[in-house]
């Protein structure tokens, strides 16, 4: 378990440091002209980051129900959040997808992240929305993974309840 604190840590201190680099470091123009794309990968990560803490707390700590079975889960829910945030950026840039909240002109960048704040702490709900909007658009019906991925989410949703 220790390992695995350690692992979301050294992932915690890599996002902050790569979402703080363009302040920190000359960064080339092709960064920066793609920064909301990269905030967004960065605050999936967050997303999922935080998801994988709490589970750590409440499995080992609260519920004392610690499963090797799911070391995989939290080496990989970093990396499945980072891409979902970056997806959820390009769905909302593309149009797939609408923030319906009122805002002030300009407030979209906050939007982006807050969303790819969502999809990257509830990677399997984003999966889910994306999968609806491929069927509405395309006529895509639901993958088997993603049959198969609902009581998968149970399974994981019984071990991280409060």
Known sequence: MIWIII?????????VIASLSHHLWE???WYTNNLV????????????????LRGV????????????????????????????????????????????AKGMEGDTYYGYLAFAFIAGY????????LEEVARTIWGISKTRA??????????????NKD
């Not at 509830?122 to 929305?129: E, G, W």
């Open 7 to 15: 692992y979301e840590v050294a992932w915690l201190i890599g996002v």
């Open 27 to 29: 960064i080339p123009c």
């Open 37 to 52: 794309a990269f905030q967004a990968v960065y605050i999936g990560a967050l997303g999922g980051i935080i998801y994988c």
């Open 57 to 100: 707390y409440l499995n080992s700590a609260v519920k004392k129900k610690w499963s090797k079975d799911w070391y995989v889960w939290y080496y990989l829910r970093p990396l499945t959040s980072a891409i979902s945030g970056y997806v959820s950026y390009v769905f909302l840039r593309a149009g797939l997808l609408v923030l319906d």
């Open 122 to 129: 509830n990677v399997d709900n984003f999966m889910k929305k």
């Open 146 to 159: 993603g049959k198969s991925g609902e009581d998968e989410s149970k399974g994981q949703q019984e071990q």
